[in-house]
């Protein structure tokens, strides 16, 4: 049974940092494309960064450039999201999804409707 994990998430000061998880089990991540979404309360769920199987390339949301960096260990069947610089628009349920078929580019939004097998989410709030 293919399954994603989402973790890390919590409660954080404005400027704070987190580091989410997103772990595998049933597959291999470095088969897929990796995207990582968010959807915060009464919105629409969006695209916040992907990585590709080869690690080549990544995207990341003009909200995110800068201060979220994307990352994968294949050794720990896990994709990583470094959150730095936290604002409170960054409050959100946080998930991790796999796509056999989109091609991460740095210049091509993940639309979520092309990922699958969705973790639970992690949430995250950024508050003081």
């Known amino acids: 049974q293919l399954q994603l994990v989402e973790s890390g998430g919590g409660l954080v000061q404005p400027g704070g940092s987190l580091r989410l998880s997103c772990a595998a089990s049933?597959?291999?991540?470095?088969?897929?494309?990796i995207g990582w979404f968010r959807q915060a309360p009464g919105k629409e769920r969006e695209g916040v960064s992907c990585?590709?199987?080869?690690?080549?390339?990544?995207y990341y949301a003009d909200s995110a450039k800068g201060r979220f960096t994307i990352s994968r260990d294949n050794a720990k069947n896990t994709v990583y999201l470094q959150m730095n610089s936290l604002k409170p628009a960054d409050t959100a349920v946080y998930y991790c999804?796999?796509?056999?078929?989109?091609?991460?580019?740095?210049?091509?939004?993940?639309?979520?409707?092309?990922?699958?097998?969705w973790g639970q989410g992690t949430q995250v709030t950024v508050s003081s």
């Open positions: 999804a796999v796509s056999g078929y989109f091609m991460c580019s740095a210049y091509r939004y993940p639309q979520p409707i092309d990922f699958g097998s």
């Open positions: 990585i590709s199987r080869s690690d080549r390339t990544t």
């Open positions: 049933g597959f291999t991540l470095d088969q897929f494309t």
